[in-house]
């Protein structure tokens, strides 16, 4: 099993910066990506931005230029950097991290977390 902890959300006005963190933790072979959904109230989930354990990123398009993955392999955690803000960035995110429980086993199980609130406000 794994554990997907979200931390970092809260409210902030327009132009500020927030950086939300992912912790993972359980016992599994390897993550192969960790990804940043969001979503609004009576909106589908949307993705934002998703790494993989090589450290290639992909942005969605309204939020290129202003938020920035990373991700620490030792720690099994993620961050979205969140800059220059914007109202219609409002939504709860989510953390999703797809992962492997052996080396061997070609399935790949996706798990999430429990969604932090992010509210751009003026």
């Known amino acids: 099993q794994v554990q997907l902890v979200e931390s970092g959300g809260g409210l902030v006005q327009p132009g500020g910066s927030l950086r939300l963190s992912c912790a993972a933790s359980g016992s599994f072979f390897s993550i192969i990506a960790m990804v940043w959904y969001r979503q609004a109230p009576g909106k589908q989930r949307d993705l934002v931005a998703r790494?993989?354990?090589?450290?290639?990123?992909n942005y969605a398009d309204s939020v290129k230029g202003r938020f920035t993955i990373s991700r620490d392999n030792a720690k099994n955690t993620v961050y979205l950097q969140m800059n220059s803000l914007k109202p219609e960035d409002t939504a709860v995110y989510y953390c999703?991290?797809?992962?492997?429980?052996?080396?061997?086993?070609?399935?790949?199980?996706?798990?999430w977390g429990q969604g932090t609130q992010v509210t751009v406000f003026s």
């Open positions: 999703n991290a797809i992962v492997k429980f052996s080396a061997t086993m070609k399935n790949e199980f996706i798990y």
């Open positions: 790494i993989t354990s090589g450290g290639v990123t």
